[in-house]
């Protein structure tokens, strides 16, 4: 792509498939005979979700969330509102979640208290890109994709300002457009 906002690629098309075919077969062996519930966070997790469930080979059913957490673009505050909640009760079932990318926690924290307080049988979380540098609070994520250095990154799902979702690869966003 012919953009100065996109920089150096960090994960390509072809680490994504193969990294996601694994964690299908991980995420497969752990919920068979299990009552698989994904929960996809809207937007960023669109794409990942989309060929994650392609990957599985065992029965789930898939749902989506909105939150959207205040602050700037760029740094996320914790203080998280519901934009759109799941459409199914998750008492009893086991719950993935399924995220874009962990930078502080602060989001992700304040969904699986608000998730644990519906009585799921289980809880775990499945992250494509972890930013280690960033994390604010300390919270068990049972399968991750990449960790990446502390760049705000594009691509694959991930926006900037809601543009470049669509890249099929995970980029730096040149600091400059920051
Ligand atoms: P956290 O609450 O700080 O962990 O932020 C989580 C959310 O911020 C993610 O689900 C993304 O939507 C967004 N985010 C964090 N880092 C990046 C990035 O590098 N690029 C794009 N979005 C990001
Ligand atoms: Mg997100």
């Known amino acids: 792509m012919n953009d100065p906002a996109v920089g150096e ?3 390509s ?3 994504l498939q193969q990294r996601i075919a694994e964690l299908g077969e991980e995420v497969s062996r752990d919920y068979a005979d299990r009552d698989l519930f994904m929960v996809g966070v809207l937007k960023g997790a669109v794409v990942f979700i989309a060929d994650l469930m392609r990957e599985l080979t065992v029965p789930c059913e898939v749902d989506f969330m909105a939150v959207s957490s205040y602050g700037s673009h760029t740094d996320s505050s914790g203080v998280v509102r519901i934009l ?3 459409d199914a009760s998750i008492e009893g079932r086991d719950v993935l979640i399924v995220e874009d990318i962990i930078d502080s926690g602060l989001t992700l924290h304040y969904l699986m208290r608000n998730l644990r307080a519906r009585n799921p ?3 775990e979380v499945c992250a494509l890109l972890t930013k280690p540098e960033r994390r604010r609070v300390d919270l068990p994520i049972r399968y991750v994709g990449f ?3 502390n760049r705000f990154v594009i691509g694959y799902g991930l926006d900037y300002a809601q543009r470049y979702r669509n890249l099929g690869f995970v980029a730096a966003l040149q600091p400059e457009q920051e």
């Open 9 to 11: 690629i960090l994960v």
């Open 13 to 15: 098309p072809e680490q």
């Open 84 to 86: 759109k909640d799941l």
């Open 121 to 123: 049988r289980s809880l």
């Open 147 to 149: 960790e990446i250095p």
